[in-house]
């Protein structure tokens, strides 16, 4: 570790802090990324080209953001925090391909955002990547949003925690599977680009980092009678962990009652016993139809 990175802001970071007088917020997830060999390797992952078009979530300071606006026809970012977003106008001015829109990722149709800023209105969705260093504290539900709706992203690069990319990446049976690993399973080909460490940004996190690259499958790999029942099903099954299958799904709003809980897994060949981190994504599938053949 060298002196210059002891947790301070460095180069072209420092400048735009200082010279706006501009404090990091904690609530937000504000964690700039300093080191162009990062941005660099986000970048690569994304693959860009001038025909595309990307959503990036959380500009910050557009370290990310002026690399996208060189490579791609077109760049949508959605930032949170309004003094950003001023202090982009400057940042940005020289892109006039860039659109920065305040808002909360979490509220804003991302999609309909996207689609209008491609501006081709009446013509089919125009597909789209998108690229974030995303704020800690929505990371999963943000990944979780995307991954549900059926939107028209093609690709995602996203660095986010390592524990998080674990869980992206991860197999049934083992701690890390979860609700999230199984909607990236769903919707993508997901893999981990490269690991960060907390050093290259500011203020530092107190974890390290990873940049996953998602695939969007187009065709998911089971099929499903409403993707809605699915993630229910999943999100349910994994709301209380330690809950059997019968227990957790009773309570989860998504059955009647514990009586078409166990229909439904009985019809599936499913033991009411199982946890939710047994079972495939196949199984979850199989639930899920059998729900949704009850509605
Ligand atoms: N992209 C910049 C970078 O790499 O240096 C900043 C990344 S920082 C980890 C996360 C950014 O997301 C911050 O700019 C923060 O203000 C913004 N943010 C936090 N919550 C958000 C939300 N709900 N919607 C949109 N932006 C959000």
Partial sequence: MTGKSQGKPTGKTKQLLTANDFRAKKKWGQNFLLEPKFVGRIIDAADLNKEQVVLEIGPGLGALTKQLAERAKQVVAV???????????????????????????????????????????GASPVPFSVVANLPYYITTPIVMRLLEQNWHWQKMVLMVQKEVAERMVASPG????????????????????TIVPPTVFYPRPQVDSAVVLLENRLEPP??????????????????????????????????????????????????????????????FAAIANGFAACK
């Fill in 79 to 121: 930032e949170i925090d309004g003094e950003l977003v001023a202090l982009l106008k400057d940042i940005l001015a020289p892109y006039d391909n860039v659109q920065v829109c305040h808002g909360d990722a979490m509220k804003v149709d991302l999609e309909q955002l996207v689609q209008e800023a491609a501006g081709d209105e």
């Fill in 174 to 193: 083992g701690k890390d599977y979860g609700a999230l690993s199984l909607g990236v399973q769903y919707r993508a080909e997901a893999s981990i680009v």
């Fill in 222 to 283: 089971v099929d499903v009678l409403s993707e809605k029942v699915l993630f229910s099903v999943i999100k349910g099954a994994f709301a209380q962990r330690r809950k059997t299958l019968l227990n957790a799904l009773s309570n989860s709003g998504v059955a009647k009652n514990k009586e078409q809980v166990l229909q439904v897994l009985a019809a599936c060949g499913i033991a009411p016993e199982r946890r939710g981190e047994t079972l495939s994504l196949a199984e």
